[in-house]
């Protein structure tokens, strides 16, 4: 990873956010122990401070809901040593609203986060017509680039609408300039959307400075300190604020 230091979960947090997913299938328990142990984004979120505590998260296109499930491990594991010294104050006492398309990730989701529904719900919705509500952050971890161009545009236009002033987006996109590792990442994609059960597996791609220039003239501001995902692949994690706000 370049733009900063390479991040994973402390080893208690990464088990509790994937141990919950055990009464959702073998499959789902599996998958968040592989996706929350080697995705840096869930480290590099939390270690930077991008949520904050107590914030109102929409999490769009959520899949099974891991944000919604490490947020609720934060709340229990908020104090050394699990939570390393040098990272932003934990984000504890958040609460997510998860949207997402397809059924059987939200079966998952909602199996795993069962019991705790006022403090982590995921909902069946598309992100392109669905109620966004308010919100502190917006979390779009690989999802726009799903969507149409101008389908893209009217999701920024509500994220921002939705943001209570000096709200944050959080969000990573592929880099179209990324030559070899964007393509191959956009083949990963394609298989993974395919398999997942998607009829369609058009993708509608930028460059990350086309994604800062977009969230830019749609009144978000992009903060300096974008993360790159390393050697294969060419993912950019960006946060953006909405002016205003303390
Ligand atoms: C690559 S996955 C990322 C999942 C999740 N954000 C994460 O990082 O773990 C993309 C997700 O976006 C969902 N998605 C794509 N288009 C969507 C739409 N229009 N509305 C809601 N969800 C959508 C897909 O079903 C899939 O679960």
């Given at each position: 990873m370049t733009g900063g230091a390479t991040h994973r979960l402390p080893h208690a947090l990464w088990h509790a956010a994937s141990e919950r997913y055990r009464p959702a299938g073998r499959f789902a328990w599996h998958f968040a122990r592989g996706k929350l142990r080697h995705d840096p984004a869930f480290a590099t979120v939390l270690a930077r401070g991008w949520i904050r505590p107590g914030s109102r998260v929409l999490d769009l296109g959520?899949?099974?809901?891991l944000l919604a499930s490490l947020l609720l491990a934060v709340d229990g594991l908020a104090h050394a040593p699990h939570w390393?010294?040098?990272?932003?104050p934990p984000p504890q006492g958040c609460r997510v609203h998860g949207l997402e398309l397809m059924p059987r990730d939200v079966e998952r989701a909602q199996a795993a986060l069962a019991g705790h529904e006022l403090r982590a719900r995921v909902d069946q919705g598309d992100i392109a017509q669905a109620a966004f509500g308010a919100a502190d952050v917006v979390v779009l971890l690989d999802v726009l680039?799903?969507?149409p161009h101008a389908g893209q545009e009217a999701v920024l236009r509500r994220v921002h609408d939705c943001l209570a002033p000096g709200g944050q987006l959080v969000l990573r996109i592929g880099d179209h300039a990324a030559g070899l590792p964007f393509r191959l990442s956009q083949l990963v994609d394609r298989i993974i959307f395919r398999a997942r059960g998607h009829a369609d597996s058009s993708l509608y791609c930028r460059t990350a400075d086309d994604w800062a220039g977009l969230l830019g003239r749609h009144g978000l501001e992009v903060l300096p300190g974008r993360v790159v995902s390393g050697s294969l692949f060419a993912n950019t994690l960006m946060l953006a604020r909405k002016p205003g706000g303390a």
């Open positions: 959520c899949g099974q809901g390393p010294a040098h990272w932003a680039h799903y969507l």
